[in-house]
């Protein structure tokens, strides 16, 4: 395993390129990597809006949206207009600058994450050595404008909103970092390709059977999932908005492009949530373990690839955060929500110490096999 | 306090190379104020304009006051200018939710004072009628606690249930909250045909979705843990504070007018009282889905019994209640309800006073709320199951 | 209280409920492009039927807010017949109902004594501005023409005392015709025992159910909504429901001729042939029909059912916008008149027998 583990790492270097770096120059393939990554930011998070829409609404005995664009398919971009048109209100008492710029202090981090997930075969923009570590990162400024929309907004329910914020990341930082560790650990690197094409070549020791990370780490596949929930305020989790306690929680006083702007925030934040977890747990672009992708040939049948490879790459990747998306959404239509100091109970008690043990266990497996 | 004030007590020093670090005013080790919150009048979980007024330390209420008043429409003066047809119309609408058991309170009252017999057919249609309009109120609650703890989805099952009552009592009543279909002596007129089958086939349909609540909301566990032991009321506690319907029955106490002081011709039937244990938020919640249960096993029942005969009499061109008082109370779905009637012997009643359960019921709020948190108290709010309206009348 | 077993089965039984329904035909109505189906008691509007008001002001001075406004002056008629005193009579000049202050409590239709007030389902008549909700004379008029018959009793409600005294007629009718039919069933069985066969088949109840495949649809039907504008699913959908029927009133009809071959005393049974006003005019005046729906004695235009009250006829709803009516009274009127035409030709085949 050793072995195979080095041999995994000289093939990253190789495979490690995107398919938009075409000719020498610089500015091209940067355009078109900009081009991608905004693109991606602005459809995936209508795409799942949309499925969040239908879903909920087919769960709760409703259609959802029907009437804008087929099947009320352009619902959410009707709402964008919507948005955009409508009078932005600034509280009185508001402290202004923060007031203003805390929607995108929340959106540009859930852009840049973007930059370094992989969608297919070299469909990425950048593959960073330190690409988890620097997702994880970029995930949790996030909450910032959170924290200082609450603040700013001058509103005592906004306010408990953004400290609620504040405490359920940091209690959830934790069990997300050390789930995501474990998988840099038994993957031996952290650049999410890398991690991806690990999994394509993780075999079953002593056997020939290939495996995604999901199932040696199912544990911290379901605490990264729940923390995951967590940190987007995703319902069971959702104190921060907890419309029925805290009105709106902290978008409670934001109207306009700027509400649109968390909301965009927290479909995005889904998006690579369920980008991260499909990575790091369930394969990548990989179809099902051990079957390789039409076309393509090298590291386990998934990389050097033909447009067909590449396509149908992409399309699985898709598929995969839309199946996790549903599940979210899932969560979100069958359960109430819990209470902040359960929240953190949870993390504290159960959900840090599960993953230290996870990391332990996959540690010791790692040097021993 | 002033947010100014907040700001001051917060106030960070830096030390240098020390990151940041507070300091300390005051005496105490870290003085924090409290804040003064309000929870309405307009405030998603007070279903109307009612207002709490928290004081709370972080998130802990240290006090809960309510102010009630804000939908005050006046209905006892109203009533005392108003013949009992063009009460019936008014009162189904303090309680918007049980527009039929209300307008049958004055109805009650009235036929007491004149010591009028009403037709047997008559008192089971309203029997039947009152209790398809407990299941509408109870599942309109049912959907909207769950919805206070963050859980979606039961407010839609439960309209679509309701939908189906409401289409029903429409078809016999002509209207969906405000049914008027009470008159002194009787009813407006008989049930149309096709009315007992579809009531029939409506009844079974809810027992089959009933489940479903249950699965969904009961057996939650993290419903559970947002309500097992919050706000628990003691029997007598409850009962010196005058908390009836759901809210007292969860605490113990199994007192339900239907029972204990029939009227109509409960007394012929069996009539389920669910009670509860500690009279906490999830007793109050078990209690109120299983009266859903009680009252179908009560409709099936008068579909058993359901006599012909005629269920109005002539009245005379403009009925008058004789010179006295009389007190009636009946067990609206929210818990007692009572109209203290008082007639000069005129057209209109010379005093109509209410008792409304949902004015008792939040007397219960400031008792129940203290020393909690404050999403404890939104789970409490929701499950004292009150009516704006029916509060401030 | 359930004692849970398993920790977290709770919330798989909450996953299971949501995912059962994602599965199931969702109970929205599409309100705009489907019409919601409301009870004939539905108090969605009022209307006014003028002429049989008499300005006696109940209904205003019995409404609980004071939103009906009645205006009248007094007229003299001249004496019917000569020498006779001339008489006063109130002139309605103005009615109105301000429905922004209504509250829908009925009294005034239940007090009106002279029936000139009916409940319609209606409810479409929403205004951008509040003064528009003021409805006069002339809208409340028209109003009437979506006032739907009244619906039948249940079995166990006392009926009125018209309708018991009409049943009371024709039960002794009945029995005097059963008599009858009793003392020729007993001549003819003498003679020839296919003669008793015969009058059982023609005596059997015609109202057998026709059965009929549905699957073709009605062309004409199509083309004329497709012209219409409808959208094509409405269109078939329709002309698919025209075509049952048609093919069920062809199917009737023949049964029909063949029961009219076959003969037999049955006055009884067909009261309708027996009362012979079947095609009584007025019939479809509602609040006629209304009445003579209650009662199960005469066979008349209101008797007969007639399925999918969703058509219109073309002829009239065209005749209408013409005249420059509002499309959604030109459409119920149409399909008012689109019944009574169906209604009067099932009537007319039956009886062609
Ligand atoms: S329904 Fe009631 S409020 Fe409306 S006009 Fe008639 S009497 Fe007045
Ligand atoms: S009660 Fe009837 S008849 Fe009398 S004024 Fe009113 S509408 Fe006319």
Same mark, same amino acid.
């Not at chain 1, 959410?76 to 048109?85: H, M």
């Not at chain 1, 992989?118 to 950048?126: E, H, K, Q, T």
């Given at each position: 395993?050793?072995?195979?583990?080095?041999?995994?790492?000289?093939?990253?270097?190789?495979?490690?390129?995107?398919?938009?770096?075409?000719?020498?120059?610089?500015?091209?393939?940067?355009?078109? =990597?900009?081009?991608?990554?905004?693109?991606?930011?602005?459809?995936?998070?209508?795409?799942?809006?949309?499925?969040?829409? =239908?879903?909920?609404?087919?769960?709760?005995?409703?259609?959802?949206?029907?009437?804008?664009?087929?099947?009320?398919?352009?619902?959410?971009?009707?709402?964008?207009?919507?948005?955009?048109?409508?009078?932005?209100?600034?509280?009185?008492?508001?402290? =202004?600058?923060?007031?203003?710029?805390?929607?995108?202090?929340?959106?540009?981090?859930?852009?840049?994450?973007?930059?370094?997930?992989?969608?297919?075969?070299?469909?990425?923009?950048?593959?960073?050595?330190?690409?988890?570590?620097?997702?994880?990162?970029?995930?949790?400024?996030?909450?910032?404008?959170?924290?200082?929309?609450?603040?700013?907004?001058?509103?005592?329910?906004?306010?408990?909103?953004?400290?609620?914020?504040?405490?359920?990341?940091?209690?959830?930082?934790?069990?997300?970092?050390?789930?995501?560790?474990?998988?840099?650990?038994?993957?031996?690197?952290?650049?999410?390709?890398?991690?991806?094409?690990?999994?394509?070549?993780?075999?079953?020791?002593?056997?020939?059977?290939?495996?995604?990370?999901?199932?040696?780490?199912?544990?911290?596949?379901?605490?990264?999932?729940?923390?995951?929930?967590?940190?987007?305020?995703?319902?069971?989790?959702?104190?921060?908005?907890?419309?029925?306690?805290?009105?709106?929680?902290?978008?409670?006083?934001?109207?306009?492009?700027?509400?649109?702007?968390?909301?965009?925030?927290?479909?995005?934040?889904?998006?690579?949530?369920?980008?991260?977890?499909?990575?790091?747990?369930?394969?990548?672009?990989?179809?099902?373990?051990?079957?390789?992708?039409?076309?393509?040939?090298?590291?386990?049948?998934?990389?050097?690839?033909?447009?067909?490879?590449?396509?149908?790459?992409?399309?699985?990747?898709?598929?995969?955060?839309?199946?996790?998306?549903?599940?979210?959404?899932?969560?979100?239509?069958?359960?109430?929500?819990?209470?902040?100091?359960?929240?953190?109970?949870?993390?504290?008690?159960?959900?840090?110490?599960?993953?230290?043990?996870?990391?332990?266990?996959?540690?010791?497996?790692?040097?021993?096999? | 306090?002033?947010?100014?004030?907040?700001?001051?007590?917060?106030?960070?020093?830096?030390?240098?190379?020390?990151?940041?670090?507070?300091?300390?005013?005051?005496?105490?080790?870290?003085?924090?104020?409290?804040?003064?919150?309000?929870?309405?009048?307009?405030?998603?979980?007070?279903?109307?304009?009612?207002?709490?007024?928290?004081?709370?330390?972080?998130?802990?209420?240290?006090?809960?006051?309510?102010?009630?008043?804000?939908?005050?429409?006046?209905?006892?003066?109203?009533?005392?200018?108003?013949?009992?047809?063009?009460?019936?119309?008014?009162?189904?609408?303090?309680?918007?939710?049980?527009?039929?058991?209300?307008?049958?309170?004055?109805?009650?009252?009235?036929?007491?004072?004149?010591?009028?017999?009403?037709?047997?057919?008559?008192?089971?249609?309203?029997?039947?009628?009152?209790?398809?309009?407990?299941?509408?109120?109870?599942?309109?609650?049912?959907?909207?606690?769950?919805?206070?703890?963050?859980?979606?989805?039961?407010?839609?099952?439960?309209?679509?249930?309701?939908?189906?009552?409401?289409?029903?009592?429409?078809?016999?009543?002509?209207?969906?909250?405000?049914?008027?279909?009470?008159?002194?002596?009787?009813?407006?007129?008989?049930?149309?045909?096709?009315?007992?089958?579809?009531?029939?086939?409506?009844?079974?349909?809810?027992?089959?979705?009933?489940?479903?609540?249950?699965?969904?909301?009961?057996?939650?566990?993290?419903?559970?843990?947002?309500?097992?032991?919050?706000?628990?009321?003691?029997?007598?506690?409850?009962?010196?504070?005058?908390?009836?319907?759901?809210?007292?029955?969860?605490?113990?106490?199994?007192?339900?007018?239907?029972?204990?002081?029939?009227?109509?011709?409960?007394?012929?039937?069996?009539?389920?009282?669910?009670?509860?244990?500690?009279?906490?938020?999830?007793?109050?919640?078990?209690?109120?889905?299983?009266?859903?249960?009680?009252?179908?096993?009560?409709?099936?029942?008068?579909?058993?019994?359901?006599?012909?005969?005629?269920?109005?009499?002539?009245?005379?061109?403009?009925?008058?209640?004789?010179?006295?008082?009389?007190?009636?109370?009946?067990?609206?779905?929210?818990?007692?309800?009572?109209?203290?009637?008082?007639?000069?012997?005129?057209?209109?009643?010379?005093?109509?006073?209410?008792?409304?359960?949902?004015?008792?019921?939040?007397?219960?709020?400031?008792?129940?709320?203290?020393?909690?948190?404050?999403?404890?108290?939104?789970?409490?709010?929701?499950?004292?199951?009150?009516?704006?309206?029916?509060?401030?009348? | 209280?359930?004692?849970?077993?398993?920790?977290?089965? @709770?919330?798989?039984?909450?996953?299971?409920?949501?995912?059962?329904?994602?599965?199931?035909?969702?109970?929205?109505?599409?309100?705009?492009?489907?019409?919601?189906?409301?009870?004939?008691?539905?108090?969605?509007?009022?209307?006014?039927?003028?002429?049989?008001?008499?300005?006696?002001?109940?209904?205003?001075?019995?409404?609980?807010?004071?939103?009906?406004?009645?205006?009248?002056?007094?007229?003299?008629?001249?004496?019917?017949?000569?020498?006779?005193?001339?008489?006063?009579?109130?002139?309605?000049?103005?009615?109105?109902?301000?429905?922004?202050?209504?509250?829908?409590? @009925?009294?005034?239709?239940?007090?009106?004594?002279?029936?000139?007030?009916?409940?319609?389902?209606?409810?479409?008549?929403?205004?951008?501005?509040?003064?528009?909700?003021?409805?006069?004379?002339?809208?409340?008029?028209?109003?009437?023409?979506?006032?739907?018959?009244?619906?039948?009793?249940?079995?166990?409600?006392?009926?009125?005392?018209?309708?018991?005294?009409?049943?009371?007629?024709?039960?002794?009718? &009945?029995?005097?015709?059963?008599?009858?039919?009793?003392?020729?069933?007993?001549?003819?069985?003498?003679?020839?025992?296919?003669?008793?066969?015969?009058?059982?088949?023609?005596?059997?109840?015609?109202?057998?159910?026709?059965?009929?495949?549905?699957?073709?649809?009605?062309?004409?039907?199509?083309?004329?909504?497709?012209?219409?504008?409808?959208?094509?699913?409405?269109? &078939?959908?329709?002309?698919?429901?025209?075509?049952?029927?048609?093919?069920?009133?062809?199917?009737?009809?023949?049964?029909?001729?063949?029961?009219?071959?076959?003969?037999?005393?049955?006055?009884?049974?067909?009261?309708?042939?027996?009362?012979?006003?079947?095609?009584?005019?007025?019939?479809?005046?509602?609040?006629?029909?209304?009445?003579?729906?209650?009662?199960?004695?005469? &066979? &008349?235009?209101?008797?007969?059912?007639?399925?999918?009250?969703?058509?219109?006829?073309?002829?009239?709803?065209?005749?209408?916008?013409?005249?420059?009516?509002?499309?959604?009274?030109?459409?119920?009127?149409?399909?008012?008149?689109?019944?009574?035409?169906?209604?009067?030709?099932?009537?007319?085949?039956?009886?062609?027998?």
């Amino acid at each position: 395993m050793m072995e195979s583990a080095s041999v995994t790492a000289e093939v990253i270097v190789a495979q490690a390129v995107s398919i938009f770096d075409v000719g020498d120059g610089f500015v091209l393939p940067v355009l078109i =990597k900009l081009v991608f990554v905004l693109a991606l930011f602005f459809v995936l998070p209508l795409v799942g809006g949309y499925l969040e829409h =239908k879903a909920m609404g087919r769960m709760q005995a409703r259609r959802g949206p029907v009437e804008a664009g087929p099947f009320g398919s352009l619902q959410l971009v009707a709402d964008g207009i919507k948005f955009i048109q409508k009078e932005d209100l600034i509280p009185r008492a508001a402290d =202004k600058w923060v007031f203003a710029i805390a929607p995108g202090v929340a959106l540009v981090p859930a852009m840049l994450i973007f930059l370094v997930l992989p969608f297919g075969p070299g469909v990425f923009a950048l593959d960073l050595e330190l690409g988890l570590f620097y997702a994880l990162a970029a995930s949790s400024v996030s909450v910032l404008g959170v924290l200082m929309g609450g603040w700013a907004s001058a509103n005592k329910f906004s306010l408990i909103a953004g400290l609620r914020a504040g405490a359920q990341l940091i209690a959830y930082e934790l069990p997300l970092i050390l789930a995501a560790i474990a998988v840099a650990v038994q993957a031996g690197t952290l650049s999410l390709v890398g991690i991806v094409e690990a999994q394509a070549n993780f075999l079953i020791p002593g056997t020939e059977i290939n495996l995604w990370f999901v199932f040696p780490q199912i544990l911290g596949f379901g605490i990264f999932f729940v923390a995951a929930l967590a940190e987007l305020s995703r319902p069971p989790f959702d104190m921060p908005i907890g419309d029925s306690e805290l009105v709106f929680g902290y978008m409670t006083e934001y109207t306009g492009i700027k509400y649109a702007m968390y909301m965009l925030t927290e479909y995005a934040g889904m998006i690579s949530m369920s980008a991260l977890t499909v990575v790091l747990y369930l394969g990548g672009w990989q179809l099902l373990p051990g079957v390789p992708l039409p076309g393509c040939e090298a590291g386990g049948g998934l990389f050097d690839c033909s447009p067909v490879g590449v396509i149908s790459g992409v399309l699985i990747t898709i598929g995969k955060i839309m199946a996790l998306v549903f599940v979210m959404v899932w969560f979100r239509v069958a359960f109430p929500r819990l209470r902040e100091d359960q929240l953190q109970r949870i993390s504290w008690l159960v959900l840090i110490p599960l993953s230290l043990l996870n990391l332990a266990v996959i540690t010791v497996a790692k040097v021993v096999f | 306090m002033s947010d100014l004030e907040t700001q001051e007590a917060f106030a960070p020093g830096t030390a240098p190379g020390e990151g940041i670090a507070f300091e300390i005013l005051g005496d105490a080790e870290f003085p924090t104020a409290d804040m003064s919150l309000s929870i309405g009048p307009a405030h998603p979980a007070t279903h109307g304009v009612f207002r709490i007024v928290l004081e709370v330390s972080g998130e802990r209420i240290k006090s809960a006051t309510p102010v009630i008043g804000y939908m005050h429409r006046g209905f006892e003066k109203l009533a005392e200018h108003r013949d009992f047809r063009q009460i019936k119309a008014l009162v189904n609408r303090h309680d918007w939710l049980s527009g039929f058991s209300n307008e049958l309170g004055v109805a009650l009252a009235v036929e007491k004072m004149l010591e009028m017999e009403v037709p047997d057919r008559a008192q089971w249609i309203r029997m039947l009628m009152a209790e398809w309009n407990r299941i509408l109120n109870h599942l309109m609650f049912v959907g909207s606690y769950a919805l206070e703890l963050g859980a979606i989805t039961p407010m839609f099952y439960a309209f679509r249930e309701r939908e189906d009552i409401q289409h029903l009592m429409e078809s016999a009543t002509g209207g969906r909250l405000h049914f008027t279909y009470n008159q002194v002596g009787g009813l407006k007129v008989d049930l149309p045909k096709g009315f007992m089958r579809q009531s029939h086939g409506l009844s079974k349909l809810l027992r089959s979705r009933l489940p479903d609540y249950k699965d969904l909301v009961l057996g939650n566990e993290i419903f559970q843990a947002r309500t097992k032991g919050i706000g628990p009321l003691p029997a007598d506690v409850g009962l010196s504070i005058g908390v009836s319907g759901p809210t007292l029955q969860a605490t113990g106490v199994a007192e339900d007018s239907r029972v204990t002081e029939p009227y109509l011709k409960y007394g012929e039937i069996d009539v389920h009282v669910p009670v509860g244990e500690n009279g906490d938020s999830f007793d109050r919640f078990y209690c109120l889905l299983h009266r859903i249960e009680a009252s179908l096993d009560i409709i099936d029942q008068i579909h058993d019994h359901m006599p012909a005969g005629p269920v109005n009499q002539k009245l005379p061109k403009m009925v008058k209640a004789p010179e006295g008082a009389t007190y009636v109370r009946t067990e609206n779905p929210l818990g007692q309800l009572g109209y203290w009637l008082e007639s000069d012997g005129g057209r209109t009643p010379w005093r109509l006073k209410m008792r409304t359960p949902s004015f008792s019921n939040v007397q219960a709020i400031p008792y129940l709320m203290q020393d909690t948190l404050f999403p404890d108290a939104i789970s409490i709010l929701g499950s004292v199951f009150f009516v704006v309206g029916d509060i401030d009348r | 209280m359930a004692a849970t077993s398993l920790p977290g089965t @709770g919330l798989l039984k909450g996953l299971g409920v949501t995912i059962k329904h994602l599965f199931r035909e969702p109970s929205t109505q599409m309100y705009p492009h489907e019409r919601p189906d409301l009870a004939p008691r539905t108090r969605g509007v009022i209307a006014l039927m003028d002429e049989n008001c008499t300005v006696c002001m109940l209904c205003s001075r019995e409404c609980p807010d004071w939103c009906i406004y009645i205006e009248s002056h007094k007229e003299t008629v001249p004496p019917a017949k000569e020498g006779g005193r001339a008489r006063t009579r109130n002139v309605l000049d103005r009615f109105a109902i301000d429905f922004s202050l209504c509250m829908y409590c @009925g009294i005034c239709v239940e007090v009106c004594p002279f029936d000139a007030l009916w409940w319609s389902p209606e409810f479409e008549y929403a205004e951008y501005s509040i003064d528009g909700l003021l409805h006069e004379m002339g809208r409340l008029r028209e109003w009437m023409d979506t006032v739907p018959p009244p619906p039948q009793l249940d079995e166990g409600a006392e009926l009125p005392a018209e309708v018991a005294d009409a049943i009371g007629k024709v039960e002794q009718e &009945r029995e005097l015709a059963a008599a009858k039919e009793a003392e020729a069933q007993q001549a003819a069985e003498a003679p020839a025992e296919g003669g008793g066969e015969k009058a059982a088949a023609g005596a059997a109840p015609k109202q057998a159910e026709i059965h009929v495949e549905a699957g073709q649809i009605d062309q004409e039907t199509y083309d004329a909504l497709i012209a219409e504008g409808k959208s094509e699913r409405m269109a &078939r959908a329709k002309a698919k429901a025209a075509w049952v029927k048609k093919e069920k009133a062809r199917l009737r009809a023949e049964q029909e001729a063949e029961r009219g071959g076959a003969g037999g005393g049955d006055a009884a049974e067909q009261p309708a042939a027996a009362a012979g006003d079947a095609g009584d005019g007025d019939a479809a005046d509602t609040g006629e029909a209304a009445d003579a729906g209650a009662a199960p004695a005469k &066979r &008349r235009l209101s008797d007969v059912e007639v399925e999918g009250d969703g058509e219109i006829d073309q002829e009239t709803y065209d005749a209408l916008i013409a005249e420059g009516k509002s499309e959604r009274i030109a459409r119920s009127k149409a399909k008012a008149a689109w019944v009574k035409k169906k209604k009067q030709e099932q009537l007319d085949q039956e009886e062609g027998g």
